[in-house]
C-alpha cells in the first residue's frame, strides 16, 4: 500500500505572476501525514535566459543575489516544463494512492504556477490543501510565538523548513 498523502512542494519561479513568470526549479517530498519521509524529488525547468534576465530584477532577487545566481546557472541543466511534469506525475504514481494533498508555505501561490504550466499534475491534487503559512499567521498574531527557518529561496530546502516549521507547531498540540 502506497503510504504517502502529503505532497509537500516549493518552486522557485522567476516572480510572482504566473502566465509572465515561469517555473524555474521544482522540490517536491511526499510524506505520511504523521510528516515522515517517504521520497523525495528535484529538477531544474529549463527557461529562456532572456526571461529570465528580464524577470529576475528587483528589490527581492537583489537581496537574494545568491539563489538568483544559482538559479541562472542551473539553467542550462534544465529540462522543458512538459518533460518535470511527467517525471512528477511518475514519482507521485509510484508514491501516492487515490488522495493527494498538497502541502507547503503559500501553497496557494505555487499551486496557481502548476495550474498554468502543470496542468495533468494539477488535475490528481484534491481541492484540500495543507498550508503552514495559516498556522504562521496564527502563532505570530494570537501567540507571540515564531519559528524561524532559513530563507534560502532554493525548493528542497524550502521545503525542508516547511516540514520542520510544521512539526514545531504540532508541538503546541501535545
Do not use: C
Not at 31 to 55: G, I, Q, Y
Request: hydrophobic residues 40%; neutral net charge.
Amino acid at each position: 500500500m502506497k503510504k504517502a498523502k502529503l505532497l509537500w512542494v516549493d518552486l522557485e519561479m522567476t516572480g510572482l505572476v504566473p502566465g509572465e513568470d515561469k517555473i524555474l526549479e521544482v522540490a517536491a517530498i511526499a510524506t505520511d501525514m504523521s510528516l515522515n519521509e517517504v521520497a523525495r524529488f528535484e529538477a531544474v525547468v529549463k527557461v529562456s535566459p532572456e526571461l529570465m534576465k528580464k524577470r529576475m530584477v528587483g528589490e527581492f532577487w537583489e537581496k537574494n543575489a545568491k539563489s538568483r545566481d544559482s538559479l541562472m546557472s542551473q539553467n542550462a541543466d534544465g529540462k522543458p516544463v512538459k518533460e518535470v511534469e511527467k517525471e512528477l506525475n511518475d514519482f507521485i504514481a509510484k508514491n501516492f494512492g487515490k488522495e493527494i494533498y498538497l502541502a507547503g508555505n503559500s501553497i496557494h501561490q505555487d499551486r496557481k504556477f502548476i495550474e498554468k504550466e502543470m496542468p495533468e499534475l494539477n488535475k490528481r491534487l484534491h481541492y484540500r490543501m495543507l498550508d503552514v503559512s495559516a498556522w504562521k499567521i496564527y502563532f505570530e498574531n494570537a501567540l507571540g510565538r515564531k519559528f524561524t527557518k532559513p530563507e534560502e529561496h532554493r525548493a528542497l530546502s524550502d521545503i525542508e523548513g516547511s516540514i520542520e516549521e510544521l512539526k514545531w507547531y504540532l508541538t503546541f498540540l501535545k
